[in-house]
């Protein structure tokens, strides 16, 4: 069993600043994948960004040039920065990670709120 444990979200008004932390329970060279997810109210859950074991980000569009992934190494630790938050940015984020034989985990949610 894996267990990720993730912080760093809370309430913020729009164009404000978050920075969320995953960290698995797993050595980061067992992973093969890294990501994040959000799910508001009355929605699905959706993709927010990922990145590879070899460093290779991607990021949905509706966050592309507002958010940024990455990771720490030293810290077995991966990130989520998020700026200009909208309101639409409201959700419980999911941190994610698969290994390398295609099992994946799930982080507790962390609640982030846009309130103007």
């Known amino acids: 069993q894996v267990n990720l444990v993730e912080s760093g979200g809370g309430l913020v008004q729009p164009g404000g600043s978050l920075r969320l932390s995953c960290t698995p329970s797993i050595n980061f060279f067992r992973l093969s994948y890294m990501r994040w997810y959000r799910q508001a109210p009355g929605k699905e859950r959706e993709f927010v960004a990922s990145i590879t074991n070899i460093g290779i980000s991607d990021h949905s569009d509706s966050v592309k040039g507002r958010f940024a992934i990455s990771r720490d190494n030293s810290k077995n630790t991966f990130f989520l920065q998020m700026n200009s938050l909208k309101l639409e940015d409201t959700a419980v984020y999911y941190c994610?990670?698969?290994?390398?034989?295609?099992?994946?985990?799930w982080g507790q949610g962390t609640q982030v709120s846009v309130v103007s």
């Open positions: 994610n990670v698969e290994n390398h034989h295609g099992e994946e985990y």
